[in-house]
């Protein structure tokens, strides 16, 4: 957790602009390509681009195969 070893640490120019780049990471990018990021659940199989699988209603959703 590096934000808050800087936190600890007392440079707030820094945290500010790392926050700012943050932000813009967590936007969606459009020129993304084109796949939905589909994850799979390993228990039930279900597909779908949620965190939890809302039939095991567990963390259990995975990446289907790791393309890169
Ligand atoms: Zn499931």
Do not use: K, N, S
């Not at 070893?5 to 084109?34: F, H, K, M, N, S």
């Amino acid at each position: 957790m590096f934000w808050l070893l800087d936190q600890l640490l007392g440079d707030p120019d820094r945290i500010q602009t790392e926050e700012r780049e943050r932000a813009v990471a967590r936007r969606p990018r459009p020129d993304a390509d084109g796949d939905p990021p589909e994850l799979e659940c390993r228990v039930c199989a279900y597909r779908g681009p949620e965190r939890y699988c809302p039939d095991c209603l567990a963390d259990t959703m995975r990446p289907p195969a790791q393309r890169r």
